[in-house]
């Protein structure tokens, strides 16, 4: 029972880490993009960063538990199926939160300063904003991975994620769900695990937050 406890969290973690780095990289380079085209494309720029917003918002009025369920019926069970669903989930956190941080630092003095010794659009978004951005990031992944592991957790409990045998946080408690009167702790332990990593990962990006946004700070 132990080791797959243990077992089933290094799982959970891992799917939840390849998920949550795909997401990441695809969120933030659409943040980035949309929050700079204007100046990387004077002409249209501007259309690319509503083409990207409509797509972000189309995806937060998605159901995603709905969704990933017909994709699952489609596709078939596979890994790789709950990493693109998972990814697919885990990007559009950041390209909304991103790129109003871009649309912060492009007015701020360092960046004129860049523009005028002639440095390419390019490299002022990757080596003078980019890193202004890297907090904001941070925060948002660290809360971006209790969610992840939640809706993997229900995936799995549904019989759509993790696939047997390996053991899932989520399919161990639906297992144990027909032994609650003999052996609760079999359903008992994997639900407080998925509970106590969801709740202190929130906790964690809450502080994080409160760290690392000067706003908050000054309200202290």
């Known amino acids: 029972?132990?080791?797959?406890?243990?077992?089933?969290?290094?799982?959970?973690l891992q799917v939840t880490a390849v998920s949550l780095t795909s997401g990441l990289v695809i969120g933030v380079a659409m943040g980035l993009i949309a929050g700079y085209a204007d100046q990387i494309f004077p002409r249209w720029g501007r259309?690319?960063?509503?083409?990207?917003?409509?797509?972000?918002?189309?995806?937060?009025?998605?159901?995603?538990?709905?969704v990933a369920l017909v994709i699952v019926i489609v596709f078939g069970k596979?890994?790789?199926?709950?990493?693109?669903l998972l990814a697919f989930v885990a990007w559009n956190a950041f390209p909304r939160n991103v790129r109003a941080e871009v649309l912060s630092l492009k007015t701020s003095d360092y960046v004129a300063l860049a523009k005028i010794s002639g440095a390419s659009?390019?490299?002022?978004?990757?080596?003078?904003?980019?890193?202004g951005v890297i907090n904001t990031v941070l925060v948002i992944a660290?809360?971006?991975?209790?969610?992840l592991i939640l809706i993997e957790a229900i995936l799995s409990f549904l019989g759509?994620?993790?696939?047997?045998?390996?053991?899932?946080?989520?399919?161990?408690v639906a297992?144990?769900?027909?032994?609650?009167?003999d052996a609760w702790w079999i359903a008992f332990f994997p639900?407080?695990?998925?509970?106590?990593?969801?709740?202190?990962?929130?906790?964690?990006?809450?502080?994080?937050?409160?760290?690392?946004?000067?706003?908050?700070?000054?309200?202290?």
Do not use: C
């Open 1 to 12: 029972m132990l080791s797959r406890w243990i077992f089933g969290a290094r799982v959970s």
């Open 47 to 66: 259309h690319l960063d509503e083409a990207i917003m409509r797509i972000v918002e189309i995806t937060f009025a998605v159901p995603t538990i709905l």
């Open 78 to 84: 596979s890994f790789i199926v709950l990493l693109g």
């Open 121 to 131: 659009s390019f490299r002022i978004l990757f080596v003078h904003i980019f890193p």
């Open 142 to 147: 660290t809360l971006r991975v209790g969610q």
């Open 160 to 172: 759509a994620g993790v696939q047997p045998p390996k053991p899932a946080w989520g399919a161990m």
């Open 175 to 181: 297992d144990g769900r027909e032994y609650l009167g």
């Open 191 to 220: 639900g407080m695990g998925i509970f106590l990593v969801v709740v202190s990962l929130n906790f964690l990006g809450d502080w994080m937050r409160d760290r690392f946004d000067p706003r908050l700070r000054q309200l202290d």
